[in-house]
């Protein structure tokens, strides 16, 4: 078996050319004979253009890939646990300075014994008593030191650590608090374990298959034109990139997973989860201008996710009408800053909160209503996973008697890695 590279979409393009034949009539050089195809110039336009094709599945297949033995594999999701945690009963009865007892709804697995929560809606006054912070942000939030936890029924001992008492109608209801590191004494040697460290995530493998035959009566004919089996598997290979590239951003295997059965033949079959079945941040335009949107699109993207300050946009067709709508977008673009990486041709542009690489991609527009979405996918949390890696096999049917043709097998078992799902979105207009 011989494992597929990249080094044919690196060709250079001579452009299709016709083959001629010329001889001498009536004193003058003229084409004679019939135009044929000129099949290394083809093969080699059918080879490079794949990449503007599926930029998504070129990008995947030039950076890092994993490995994999397994028809599962897991990774960790994510790469920090989260800082917050909210309550939506606050405490009641009288308020004792020593501690109170709130029941956090979301979080409490995030929180350690020891460590130091902030309340940035409550202030903190001269007089050491809180109240609602004006604006919803404390110059001077409270703060508390957490001294015991149930994990079971989420109540939270907290302790008031900069406060010694609260105004009228206080009782942190409907509350965020955020994590503020781990104050222990000194004899401690170890802090208590959390109880949610980053889980772990998963995909499938989905194995694809494509078979390319040339009857042998077929490849008498078609050698009148220069056209034959290799051409063929230009082409197929072209269609399997775009294949796996839709697999990549529309798998799904989060339900069914392993325990899908083809009706048909009683077979288990794997599919692969791609970008849009993990759990990304969905982006709707709303009423404002598509620079508005835009803005309000890089503020989510950029903040608050461990993300990286460079991420990339691959929109449809219809979202690149709208981004010629845009003013800021098209004054970026005037700079004509354009990158080539991971063998992709990408516009750059910068932002206050981060840099966008840029490109269209077909995939997008062939899937209807798509074409008006794009992705932004963080480079640093997504990777492709490889059980087999692409590659073809020869068959010798002709010698085992089954048929009188040339056959040649497309090969591939991949799954997607995508970490950080939050720092990944899809942007809808």
């Given at each position: ?5 990249g ?14 034949t ?14 044929e195809i000129?099949k ?20 995947l297949?030039?950076?890092?890939k ?5 028809d ?77 936890i ?11 650590l ?7 109608g ?22 208590d ?12 493998c989905q ?6 035959s040339e ?5 008498m ?6 056209y034959?089996l ?18 990549a ?18 077979k288990?079959?794997l599919?692969?989860?791609?970008v849009l ?34 991420r ?13 709508n ?42 209807g209503?798509?074409t ?15 059980q ?29 890695e995508?970490?950080n799902?939050?720092a ?6």
């Amino acid at each position: 078996m011989t494992e597929i590279t990249g080094a044919s979409a690196d060709a250079t393009i001579q452009g299709t050319v016709g083959t001629h034949t010329t001889g001498v009539v009536d004193g003058a050089t003229k084409v004679t004979g019939t135009p044929e195809i000129n099949k290394p110039t083809t093969s080699q336009k059918l080879a490079k253009i794949g990449w503007s094709n599926a930029p998504l599945d070129t990008f995947l297949r030039n950076i890092g890939k994993a490995k994999t033995k397994s028809d599962t594999y897991q990774f960790f999701s994510v790469t920090a646990r989260g800082v917050a945690c909210s309550t939506t009963a606050g405490f009641t009865g009288d308020f004792n300075p020593k501690s109170i007892v709130l029941k956090m709804t979301t979080g409490v697995h995030s929180l350690s014994k020891s460590g130091v929560l902030i309340a940035p809606k409550y202030e903190v006054g001269a007089n050491g008593t809180v109240s609602a912070a004006k604006g919803n942000v404390a110059i001077k939030p409270a703060m508390f030191h957490i001294a015991d936890i149930n994990y079971s029924t989420g109540d939270v001992t907290l302790a008031p650590l900069n406060f010694n008492g609260v105004a009228d109608g206080v009782t942190f209801a409907n509350t965020a608090f955020f994590r503020s590191g781990v104050a222990c004494d000194q004899d401690v040697a170890i802090t208590d374990d959390p109880q949610a460290m980053p889980t772990k995530d998963h995909n499938f493998c989905q194995r694809m298959l494509c078979t390319i035959s040339e009857n042998m009566y077929q490849a008498m004919q078609d050698k009148e034109v220069e056209y034959g089996l290799n051409d063929y598997r230009d082409q197929a290979l072209l269609d399997f990139r775009l294949q796996s590239e839709m697999a990549a951003i529309f798998g799904g295997g989060a339900i069914a997973g392993e325990n899908f059965i083809d009706p048909v033949t009683n077979k288990r079959k794997l599919h692969m989860r791609g970008v849009l079945d993990f759990n990304i941040q969905h982006i709707f335009k709303g009423e404002e201008s598509i620079d508005e949107y835009l803005n309000n699109v890089m503020e989510q993207m950029f903040s608050v996710n461990n993300g990286s300050s460079e991420r990339l946009l691959i929109y449809g067709a219809g979202f690149a009408t709208a981004l010629a709508n845009s003013k800021w977008w098209q004054k970026q673009l005037e700079a004509n800053k354009t990158e080539i990486k991971w063998g992709v041709t990408w516009k750059m542009v910068e932002s206050n909160f981060g840099s966008l690489r840029g490109i269209m991609d077909p995939a997008l527009s062939l899937t209807g209503d798509y074409t008006n979405c794009a992705l932004i996918i963080d480079p640093a949390h997504i990777r492709l996973v490889e059980q087999v890696p692409l590659q073809e096999r020869k068959l010798d049917l002709v010698s085992a008697g089954i048929r009188n043709s040339k056959d040649i097998v497309l090969e591939e078992s991949i799954t997607l890695e995508l970490t950080n799902p939050k720092a990944h979105g899809l942007l809808i207009l």
